[in-house]
Nanobody, 124 residues
Framework: QVQLVESGGGSVQAGGSLRLSCVVSGGPFKYYTMGWFRQAPGKEREFIGGIRWTDERTHYADSVKGRFTISRDNDKNTVYLQLTSLRPEDTAVYYC?????????????????WGQGTQVTVSA
């Protein structure tokens, strides 16, 4: 079955950076549109951004636009989330998700495959 495994989370100070990775196995990664979500304590999971498989076009939530960057390496079956200028409000568990299809959607239910999440903690 398709498995997604995130890594790269940790604790940083405000203004710092992290790069999260998500390795996909068990399916044709190069045909998956990939998304990143996060869930902060006491809040619902929210969409951060996504990258299409057809042209690697990305789109982002307004809250992270200009600070976070998504990329992918099809040879490594990996999607990345580069986080910069981190703020305490970015503290959350970060999830990658995958779906067949070309539409870059921000809706959770559109994604069939999910990772287990990786914790990012930003201190002031």
């Amino acid at each position: 079955q398709v498995q997604l495994v995130e890594s790269g989370g940790g604790s940083v100070q405000a203004g710092g950076s992290l790069r999260l990775s998500c390795v996909v196995s068990g399916g044709p990664f190069k045909y998956y549109t990939m998304g990143w979500f996060r869930q902060a304590p006491g809040k619902e999971r929210e969409f951060i951004g996504g990258i299409r498989w057809t042209d690697e076009r990305t789109h982002y939530a307004d809250s992270v636009k200009g600070r976070f960057t998504i990329s992918r390496d099809n040879d490594k079956n990996t999607v990345y989330l580069q986080l910069t200028s981190l703020r305490p409000e970015d503290t959350a568990v970060y999830y990658c998700a995958g779906r067949r299809g070309v539409i870059n959607t921000d809706t959770e239910r559109d994604y069939a495959y999910w990772g287990q999440g990786t914790q990012v903690t930003v201190s002031a």
